[in-house]
């Protein structure tokens, strides 16, 4: 039992790039989060989902675009990287009944 | 607006004493989690307190919560070196997608 994956572990970009981050969870579970965290901060929430096919904004959604096709993933896109994304992105899910978020491992994203 | 705000951000601490971490939030939330995070890794469930006058305990870690007051805290008895790490308090949001909106964290170190 995995949990919650993410995909890649670090990538370093260029300004202007594009990229895709992937999160995988085998808990069936209905919802699930993208949150960001910066030097000093605590979790931010990107965008997030409360079933297969939706998708809400959360926080600081600007810049980002997420899919939930499969009810088992999550991805995060952004279009055309900027320097300001420079952050370690965590993916969570929960269950619809219970309150406890269970984290990925963090994607450590540089833009150059 | 501060949302969720915690004291102190940095704690450094002697093994064997006590201390508290303060968690005022200002939302009319029920429901307040703590997490756990070591260097470089994700977060780690550590509480979730669902109710006015909530107490949980684990170990030497402590946590309650007035929703009254919009106060948590969680108290650290007789502090060991291995619980050195960052904590974050976070409520969740009012509406069903049970948003978690974070403090910045209290860096805790305890020294032998």
């Known amino acids: 039992n995995a949990g919650v994956t993410q995909t890649p572990k670090f990538r370093v970009l260029k300004t202007g790039q594009s990229m895709t981050l992937l999160c995988a969870q085998d808990m069936n579970h209905e919802y699930m989060y993208w949150y960001r965290q910066d030097p000093g901060m605590g979790l931010r929430l990107i965008h997030y989902?409360?079933?297969?096919?939706?998708?809400a904004k959360g926080e600081v959604p600007d810049g980002y675009n997420v899919s939930r096709l499969k009810k088992q993933n999550f991805l995060l896109g952004l279009e055309s990287a900027a320097p300001s994304q420079t952050s370690v992105y965590f993916c969570?899910?929960?269950?619809?009944?219970?309150?406890?978020?269970?984290f990925g491992a963090g994607t450590r994203l540089s833009v150059l | 607006e501060l949302k969720v705000e915690q004291n102190p951000l940095f704690l450094s601490m002697q093994e064997g004493k006590n201390y508290t971490i303060y968690c005022n939030y200002s939302t009319t939330s029920d429901r307040l989690y703590w997490y756990r995070q070591d260097p470089g890794k994700s977060l780690e469930s550590l509480f979730v307190?669902?109710?006015?006058?909530a107490v949980k305990q684990e170990g030497r870690l402590m946590a309650s919560l007035d929703t009254k007051a919009r106060l948590s805290t969680l108290h650290i008895t007789a502090a060991v070196h291995d619980l050195s790490a960052t904590y974050f308090c976070a409520y969740g949001e009012r509406g069903g997608s049970e948003k978690l909106v974070f403090g910045k964290g209290t860096k805790l170190t305890v020294n032998p």
């Open positions: 307190l669902l109710s006015n006058g």
């Open positions: 989902s409360v079933g297969e096919g939706t998708t």
């Open positions: 969570a899910s929960r269950w619809t009944s219970a309150n406890i978020q269970y």
